[in-house]
């Protein structure tokens, strides 16, 4: 581990000079240990008011029932589920780093996962909201489930997708939760032991008993592999399952076999532009460039490049394909996307979907702070109106003509998807506040190998080929948080 | 005789830590724990750890997740309540299959994570044993269990040797009871 050397080429995953493993921790819990800043209460005070909004609205739908939303006879799915399947798209970039990329060994996933898992289980609860929500009568939630009842049983229909659904987010929900937590054991009890007080006995209690031995640490690693062995088939299967609560129906437009990896692709797609969204805000107030740097963003640009391409192929063979089946319906679906009355919803998606994120082609603008900003806010919006686009046109025109209708929001509507995402950020700012934000235990595994200052020794000690020396201190001119001072004479 | 308990020599260096255990298993002084930060890769071997039988417990629990889903489906849509849908059959398996994936994850990933937090004697508000409040944030700890390697000044001298920033003699196993 820490004996070996990484190679010179790869750019660091850790900048600043004199990083200690004291300074990690202290870095870290500056957000924790400290009382909130101004930035933080702004932020907050902001997202409560909204999550206020969500429960007045939320309270309001269950008071008067599902009437006082949009929704009608043809259009029974819109917002609600809409809103659903984008915060479940949400959520898998945080699985998607922390266990796909753990098996593919991705070290630089190791400053990100903590607040990426934490984003998905705020996406998966607000996910959750949604589907309570749309239910009309919430009490009668557990009807889902294969509980004996008084109807003699009548067991719920286990080949319903809708029913797979159940158990894929619960599934997911609960995972995410454990994947989560355990990871945390290790950062709470530093946390515990550098408390006084009260908050020792709190994160004493949160910290399980952890205590750093051996044995903690060797079968702490076998867990971690062994969910992220489980979480990877999971976090594809979820998705998967959500596309099939479309695609096993008969609706045109939904009835496609495309669907479950174009689902998945855009789930990641638009997960890592949450990410980005919430990571380059939070690097900037907590001051942690020197441990979510410029390589981090960049990379995170190449995935939302790479899924965002993926994306844009899956509609173009949507498009195809209405025309080659030969089916007037489907085609029909598809010629009302592109020009009906909801063509502004159809190319907002593609713009922003798959025109703009090519822009990430540019190294300029793929490692600008603001443009990457920018462009992640663009995703979600479009990743948004993808949803909307495959639920309320298709379903708003399908085969009887007498039948259609348009579907027009209501204030409600808004206020719940507006109020979730206050409900989003309340949690998110909250975490924030309580846990670290990083995985220091896993920062720390990087210091001795891939940091800026060590690879600035090597190249000091003259351990390396001087034309490789180069080329990774030429690498490093897109860093923001490195200084051409801090480069080592070659 | 002295009431030292332990001996506990702290590195700031988890390569220095390393050379620390293999000067002390060269002089036969046995080592009771190491208390680090982060995880040291290795460390199991050159101490002697058997590896972890956790990824068994998790096969068996991910196991016993399928066999429950299958049975639960089969009982209640094949056996208890059958349905006629369009003259398929009841015992649709390709229906089956994501529910039954979903459980034995399910089970395989809390089965798994209650074995360790028993096998490590995790619970919610256990009073943590720590022997160093350090050893959670920058310091790599070796523990020697000063009853049965009665020579602290030896112990002393080789952890400095290896790289070892302080050595303290503790007279409480535990200084988190305090």
Redesign the interface.
Request: proline share 6%; net charge positive; aromatic share 14%.
């Given at each position: 581990?820490?004996?070996h050397n990484e190679s010179i080429l790869r750019e660091p995953l850790i900048t600043g000079e004199n990083i200690?493993?004291?300074k990690i921790?202290k870095d870290i819990l500056v957000p924790v240990e400290n009382k909130p800043t101004k930035a933080w209460w702004i932020g907050f005070g902001i997202a409560v008011f909204f999550a206020l909004t969500w429960v007045v609205a939320i309270s309001y739908t269950f008071w008067e029932g599902l009437g006082v939303w949009g929704l009608n006879k043809t259009v029974g799915w819109a917002w609600d589920i809409t809103g659903f399947v984008w915060w479940v798209g949400i959520g898998h970039a945080g699985t998607l780093i922390s266990a796909v990329l753990l098996l593919f060994r991705q070290n630089w996933r190791n400053s990100i996962n903590r607040s990426a898992e934490a984003m998905t289980i705020f996406a998966v609860i607000c996910a959750a909201t949604y589907i309570f929500a749309h239910m009309g009568r919430p009490w009668l939630a557990y009807w889902v489930f294969?509980l004996p009842n008084q109807f003699?049983?009548?067991?719920?229909?286990?080949?319903s997708?809708l029913?797979?659904d159940v158990?894929?987010i619960s599934?997911y929900f609960?995972?995410s939760l454990?994947?989560w937590y355990?990871g945390l054991?290790?950062d709470i009890?530093?946390i515990?032991?550098?408390a006084t007080g009260l908050r020792r006995r709190i994160y004493?209690?949160?910290?399980?008993?952890?205590?750093?031995?051996?044995?903690?640490?060797?079968?702490?690693?076998?867990?971690s592999l062994?969910?992220a062995g489980?979480?990877t088939?999971?976090v594809l299967?979820v998705h998967t399952?959500v596309s099939?609560d479309f695609a096993t129906s008969l609706e045109p437009g939904w009835h496609t076999t495309i669907f479950p990896p174009y689902f998945v692709a855009g789930a990641i797609f638009s997960g890592f532009a949450m990410v980005q969204t919430l990571l380059l805000v939070a690097r900037k107030v907590m001051k942690w460039e020197n441990y979510i740097t410029m390589f981090h963003i960049e990379s995170m640009n190449k995935v939302i490049i790479v899924t965002g391409s993926i994306v844009g192929v899956a509609y173009l063979t949507e498009l195809f394909i209405a025309w080659y089946s030969g089916v007037e319906y489907e085609q029909y679906a598809f010629l009302n996307r592109i020009s009906g009355p909801y063509w502004w919803a159809y190319w907002s998606m593609m713009t922003c979907n798959v025109i703009s994120p090519q822009l990430f082609w540019f190294k300029k603008i793929r490692t600008s702070i603001w443009a990457s900003w920018v462009l992640s806010i663009v995703v979600n919006i479009g990743m948004w109106f993808e949803r909307f686009v495959i639920i309320v046109t298709s379903l708003h025109r399908d085969y009887i003509p007498s039948s259609w209708v348009m579907f027009y929001p209501t204030a409600i509507d808004v206020l719940v998807f507006v109020g979730s995402i206050g409900v989003f950020f309340t949690l998110f700012l909250l975490f924030l506040r309580v846990m670290p934000g990083i995985a220091?235990?896993?920062v720390?595994?990087l210091l001795?190998s891939s940091s800026d200052q060590a690879k600035q020794k090597l190249i000091r000690d003259a351990k390396t080929d001087s034309e490789q020396a180069e080329f990774y201190q030429k690498s490093l001119e897109k860093f923001d948080s490195v200084s051409n001072k801090e480069y080592a004479n070659i | 005789m002295s009431n030292v308990k332990y001996i506990l020599g702290h590195f700031e260096d988890p390569d220095d830590m390393m050379h620390g255990i293999d000067k002390l298993q060269e002089n036969n002084i046995g080592i009771y724990d190491v208390y680090t930060p982060m995880p040291i890769h290795g460390i199991e071997d050159k101490l002697g750890y058997k590896r972890s039988r956790l990824p068994i417990a998790a096969f068996c629990f991910g196991l016993t997740g399928t066999i429950t889903a299958i049975s639960m489906i089969y009982y209640m849509l094949v056996y208890d309540w059958p349905m006629n849908i369009g003259g398929k059959p009841s015992l649709a398996m390709p229906d089956f299959v994501p529910i039954t994936f979903e459980l034995t994850v399910l089970f395989g990933a809390y089965g798994m994570m209650f074995t360790f937090f028993y096998a490590n004697h995790f619970f919610p508000g256990r009073a943590p044993r720590v022997m160093d409040f350090r050893a959670t944030d920058d310091r790599f700890v070796i523990a020697i269990d000063a009853k049965s390697n009665p020579y602290p000044d030896k112990i002393e001298d080789l952890l400095k040797e290896a790289g070892a920033v302080e050595v303290k003699h503790n007279e409480r196993k535990y200084v988190s009871y305090e």
């Open positions: 581990m820490s004996a200690t493993y004291a921790t294969p003699g049983s009548l067991w719920v229909n286990f080949n997708p029913v797979w158990f894929a599934t609960s995972v454990v994947f355990t054991l290790p009890a530093t515990r032991d550098r004493s209690i949160l910290s399980f008993g952890w205590a750093g031995s051996v044995k903690n640490w060797q079968r702490f690693e076998s867990v062994i969910l489980l979480s088939p999971l299967s399952i099939m220091m235990a896993e720390k595994l001795k | -």
